[in-house]
């Protein structure tokens, strides 16, 4: 047996006005997903539980079989891990984003422009995480560039519960509010403004009509958790195909390999045919499951971006989900199993931590679902509810249908 996870970061949403108040699952046309829920049993789980934040790093260990109240330590370490970074029991972690703040004379009177900075590219990020390391660095800090803007801060025999806030979440608002209560934190991102603000890969970004990378953000911190490895829990070898270091950091502490794809780079520009292949070429290589991860949706979510949401589907369905199903044919029998790990509304261009749309498909196990396609209002009509999101692996691979 063969089993292909496709999930679609943030992939649920609200219904829109723009959208003739529809869903983006319910505009977008995607026949190869609506083919599967056809013939799959289809419900609704809750990925997020309740007292957690409903952030990527809670939903996709819980959806890889994690039960979050028991092993989630914060995002920035499960990113550090898929870094390479070599963590001490003691060592806390924090996500440092490079983003683009206004330019008020005080810091806390600045508004959070864009949390990505025009998604940097990766080489000029390197150049201005060396910077601020220069600046920073002690026995205890030390800053590790990561990919476009998302990069690390290791701080030894640190601080956790600090309540930090992710900066995709205050889009177009004033950071004063937001600011954290640590004045070591503080001081190094108010500091980080004039050190990056005038340096020469902002001044030419800025004259390439680009948004500056004028600042860092620090959120997201924690310790390295220590979680069982998949195969000891499933009896199964297997492989996460994602652009994004957290969902590689999970997979890379569940013991499962970690592909690079060419091209891959978590927004809607990512190379979905290539991660597509990359999955069929593990289960090739005598892999049984894979956990394949495309975080184009979100991005657009975060991003109030409703053409490119509902295209992110579309192009999942046909590159992703259509490439899967011809390279499975061979196989005598396989699952498939279809979801977001949270909602990203567009109308709020945040997470939030209602319960997703999935399908789970075996090949020779076809059922009449009575749907006619996959979305979050079909899904919720057929009132099949996992109430915890980690039994859903469990159900997935080990439950015969």
Not at 249 to 269: C, D, K
Not at 274 to 287: P, V
Request: proline share 5%; glycine share 8%; net charge negative.
């Amino acid at each position: 047996m063969k089993y292909v996870l496709i999930l679609g970061d943030g992939m649920s949403d609200y219904p829109l006005e723009q959208l003739n108040n529809k869903t983006p699952l319910q505009c977008a046309k995607k026949p190869n997903i609506d083919f599967l829920a056809q013939n799959a049993e289809v419900g609704m789980v809750k990925t997020v539980p309740q007292g957690l934040p409903p952030g990527s790093d809670v939903a996709n260990l819980s959806v890889m079989g994690y039960d979050p109240k028991i092993y989630y330590t914060g995002r920035s370490p499960l990113e550090a891990v898929s870094m390479g970074l070599k963590l001490s029991d003691t060592d806390v972690t924090l996500r440092c984003n490079l983003v683009t703040l206004s330019d008020e004379e005080q810091y806390e009177n600045k508004v959070m422009v864009d949390y990505s900075a025009d998604e940097i590219s990766s080489e000029e990020s390197k150049i201005l995480i060396e910077e601020i390391n220069k600046h920073f660095k002690t026995d205890k800090i030390s800053f590790y560039s990561g990919i476009s803007y998302r990069h690390c801060m290791v701080w030894g025999n640190g601080l956790t519960k600090l309540n930090l806030t992710p900066p995709h979440d205050i889009l177009e608002k004033k950071i004063g509010s937001y600011l954290p209560d640590n004045k070591m934190i503080l001081d190094m991102m108010v500091k980080s403004y004039d050190i990056l603000k005038d340096h020469p890969v902002n001044k030419e970004r800025v004259s390439k009509g680009l948004n500056a990378a004028n600042s860092i953000w620090l959120w997201g911190e924690g310790k390295k958790p220590n979680i069982p490895k998949f195969y000891d829990m499933y009896k199964i070898q297997g492989s996460v195909v994602s652009a994004v270091d957290l969902v590689k950091g999970i997979g890379i502490l569940a013991g499962l390999n970690s592909v690079e794809v060419e091209g891959a780079t978590g927004n809607i520009h990512t190379n979905f045919k290539g991660k597509a292949l990359a999955a069929l070429e593990q289960l090739e290589s005598g892999c049984d499951f894979v956990y394949l991860h495309i975080e184009a949706p979100d991005e657009c979510g975060h991003r109030y971006e409703i053409e490119n949401k509902v295209r992110s589907i579309e192009l999942i369905d046909e590159q992703v989900v259509g490439t899967i199903l011809k390279g499975l044919q061979k196989y005598e029998d396989y699952k498939i199993l279809i979801l977001p790990d949270h909602p990203t509304p567009l109308s709020l261009r945040t997470h939030t931590s209602e319960p997703v749309p999935y399908l789970l498909y075996q090949k020779s196990s076809n059922k009449d679902s009575g749907l006619t396609g996959y979305d979050e209002l079909q899904a919720k009509s057929t009132n099949v509810f996992i109430d915890e999101g980690h039994k859903l692996m469990k159900h997935f691979i080990l439950d015969d249908k």
